[in-house]
């Protein structure tokens, strides 16, 4: 990696991680300005009351995906073993990498200007918005920003519930169908 890389904070609850986070993670890595990609699993989302598998389990997860020089699998979040503001996780991360941009879900959208300190955060970061099918982007808040659309309509919550556990990688499917009670579920798909 070069010495003035360009990195991409993604954060996120990752419960489960799936094939559209790594979608994402790639799609990011196409950009011609990204050379990698800090994959930041959340200890506890500010906006959610509490995830289904554990922190470390979940950065486990990801460590497991995410391999390759140009995606780092990051556990500040984790460490702080409470919820932590992306701002925060900016703030801290920024002092060991050259990050430039922050990738978000086309749903945070709607919230964003909620989020702790957006203004500061705003003025720093270009956002790569990552879009879904047929998904509305309402974008005026972002002072910069890159769609990046990803065809592949898939969410964590889905596969909690015993859905779509085709995007679940192999690598950790056995672990993601124990922690969420689903090997009935697989057996029938």
């Not at 509305?136 to 990046?148: H, N």
Request: aromatic share 12%; with cysteine; hydrophobic share 40%.
């Amino acid at each position: 990696m070069k010495s003035f890389a360009t990195y991409a904070l993604f954060g996120g609850s990752f419960d489960p991680p799936h094939a559209g986070h790594q979608k994402i993670v790639d799609a990011v890595l196409k950009l011609d300005w990204i050379d990698a990609v800090i994959i930041s699993p959340a200890f506890k989302n500010p906006f959610k009351e509490q995830y289904n598998a554990s922190p470390s389990l979940r950065l486990e997860w990801c460590k497991t995906l995410f391999k390759g020089s140009d995606k780092i699998v990051n556990n500040f979040e984790i460490e702080q073993n409470r919820a932590v503001y992306t701002i925060e996780a900016f703030n801290h991360l920024s002092k060991l990498y050259n990050i430039q941009a922050i990738v978000i879900g086309a749903d945070n959208l709607k919230s964003i200007q909620k989020w702790r300190d957006f203004e500061a955060l705003n003025s720093k970061v270009k956002w790569i918005v990552i879009s879904r099918p047929n998904e509305p982007l309402e974008t005026s808040a972002l002072r910069e920003f890159y769609v990046v659309p990803i065809e592949i309509n898939i969410s964590s919550s889905e596969i909690r519930n015993g859905k779509k556990l085709d995007f679940v990688d192999s690598a950790i499917k056995k672990q993601v169908l124990k922690e969420y009670n689903l090997l009935k579920n697989s057996e029938s798909q």
